[in-house]
């Protein structure tokens, strides 16, 4: 007996219909715990541009103050190229700096419109020799005039890490657990809808009704639910992601993550991300409903 889109899309209505209630239940779990995912995750990317600039080897960077002159960074340049400990530097001048930041806020268009290269501090980004020597180096220049303060990779890494891992750790078991009910609910879902239609399958059993016939509309039921439950999820997480990373940023909550900013690009790709996470929950749920208590 082929199978007709007209039929499955019926059948399908008809099955969410009957269950609208567990339909709602299963479709906000699993964009609940979703968004708890999708928020977990633009976190981690946050934290990966945070920490942008200490790729490369780079222990510490010595921020110049906004006013110093030419001939002060010149002199703490030759000063950096006669220390012993120093391996290599680079340095970040205005337009660098302000590229970075443009690059860094590039969702932002408020923040990047008042800020111009003249309001950014010049650094220096230093690789000493051994990771242990990069204190030696930073007493060395956080005396000077012209420096405004010297940052250190070990302990801004160390902060941020700590608390995002923290913070991650607690919204992927929450997510996990939310994940693992949202299978229940569509599971048991499929399971009343087969139950409640059993007559009805024996009959078209009886008539030449091959088994995914029979099936494809639940397995369909369950596939919508979780996909509807990723969107709302997906959306939530694009809508809402300068409230989420203000949340996630909080001083009160944290010192180590005010700088986590997340774009438009990242939610959507996270967005895009969950919705396929969804589409797996309600496949397998259903998979596993149909596969169990359609033994006909």
Do not use: C
């Not at 209505?13 to 995750?41: D, E, P, W």
């Not at 000063?79 to 590229?99: R, W």
């Not at 992927?172 to 569509?186: D, E, K, M, R, T």
């Not at 005010?258 to 990242?266: D, G, L, Q, Y």
């Amino acid at each position: 007996m082929p199978v007709s889109v007209n039929y499955v899309s019926r059948e399908t209505a008809t099955n969410l219909k009957r269950n609208i209630a567990m339909t709602i239940a299963a479709l906000l779990t699993v964009s609940v715990s979703l968004g708890l995912v999708g928020g977990a995750l633009l976190m981690r990317q946050g934290v990966n541009k945070a920490t942008a600039r200490w790729r490369g080897g780079v222990e510490l960077s010595v921020f110049m103050r906004p006013d110093a002159n030419e001939g002060q960074i010149a002199a703490i340049e030759r000063e950096l190229k006669a220390t012993p400990e120093m391996k290599s530097f680079k340095f970040v001048d205005k337009e660098a700096a302000l590229t970075e930041y443009q690059d860094y806020f590039q969702d932002n268009a408020d923040l990047i419109d008042v800020v111009t290269k003249d309001d950014l501090p010049t650094s220096f980004r230093i690789v000493p020799r051994k990771a242990e020597l990069a204190e030696t180096i930073g007493k060395r220049f956080e005396t000077r005039p012209a420096v405004s303060e010297v940052v250190f990779a070990k302990d801004e890494i160390k902060a941020l890490l700590k608390t995002t891992r923290q913070r991650q750790v607690a919204y992927f078991g929450v997510a996990v657990v939310l994940i693992f009910g949202a299978v229940l609910l569509i599971f048991n879902a499929i399971q009343l809808a087969v139950f409640s239609r059993r007559r009805e399958i024996e009959v078209m059993k009886l008539v030449g009704a091959t088994n995914w016939f029979i099936r494809l509309p639940f397995m369909l039921e369950g596939l919508l639910q979780g996909v509807a439950g990723a969107v709302l999820a997906a959306l939530l997480v694009y809508l809402f992601r300068v409230q989420i990373v203000d949340v996630i940023s909080d001083p009160a909550l944290t010192q180590g993550l005010r700088k986590i900013h997340a774009t438009s690009a990242e939610a959507r790709n996270t967005g895009l991300l969950l919705m396929a996470v969804g589409a797996a929950i309600g496949a397998a749920s259903s998979a596993l409903a149909v596969r169990r208590h359609l033994r006909v």
